[in-house]
């Protein structure tokens, strides 16, 4: 059973990039990578998914390395409102999302 | 896009009285439907997930039960509520292949 491993809270101040790394050593050959952001008292929002090397998107960009053992979120100039909770997930059995305790991203003027 | 329809957004039941939290999804057929219960502070935990009318899967053994009368709608449901049942109840839908879930508002459930 794939399990990821991401810190539990980070700081960062507004305009700046912030990185969130995941690991997950077991990952399996098919599984995909996804990220979601939560906001107090709202459901998670998905953000972003891939699979190897690098995604980019609206909002963010995913990186993973060839081993795939670990991926890296990263927010380009984050402002206030991307303070916010974020998850790292793989696809449990059957393509069901398991959600951790994420990481509590706290950004600051 | 899917919208996700939860009600109420907020509740408050005794010790031992019944429940029942539904929820209905627009904008797409066949999905598959999820709940989740999100204690005080962070991590959901998954309680049932449906692939279809009539499918339901237990993922956590409790005094909570989930049924799926019709395609788009997805009630959750317990006979005695127990103080632990507190949480923020979250209801999501997945369609396709992507991973990519949507998730409803939510009810704030408060047991006292």
């Known amino acids: 059973l794939a399990k990821t491993t991401q810190p539990i809270s980070m700081d960062s101040y507004e305009g700046q990039e912030v990185n969130i790394t995941c690991s997950h050593n077991n990952i399996a050959t098919n599984d995909y990578i996804t990220w979601y952001q939560q906001f107090p008292s709202q459901g998670p929002r998905f953000i972003i998914q891939?699979?190897?090397t690098k995604v980019t998107n609206e909002v963010a960009s995913l990186f993973i390395p060839a081993d795939r053992k670990s991926s890296t979120l990263s927010l380009p100039r984050v402002s206030l409102s991307d303070t916010a909770v974020y998850y790292c997930l793989l696809p449990n059995q059957g393509g069901k999302l398991i959600f951790g305790q994420g990481t509590e991203l706290s950004v600051k003027p | 896009s899917q919208t996700i329809h939860q009600w109420p957004a907020t509740l408050v039941q005794p010790v031992g009285s019944p429940l029942s939290l539904e929820c209905t999804v627009e904008?797409?057929?066949?999905?598959?439907l999820y709940w989740y219960r999100q204690a005080a502070g962070r991590g959901l935990q998954l309680l049932f997930y449906?692939?279809?009318?009539?499918?339901i899967s237990s993922e956590v053994p409790q005094n909570l039960s989930a049924s799926r009368p019709q395609d788009r709608q997805f009630i959750l449901s317990s006979k005695k509520l127990l103080l632990s049942d507190s949480g923020f109840y979250l209801c999501a839908c997945r369609t396709g292949v992507s991973y990519e879930q949507y998730f409803g508002p939510g009810t704030r459930l408060t047991v006292t």
């Open positions: 904008g797409t057929s066949n999905p598959n």
């Open positions: 449906s692939v279809g009318i009539g499918q």
């Open positions: 891939g699979y190897k």
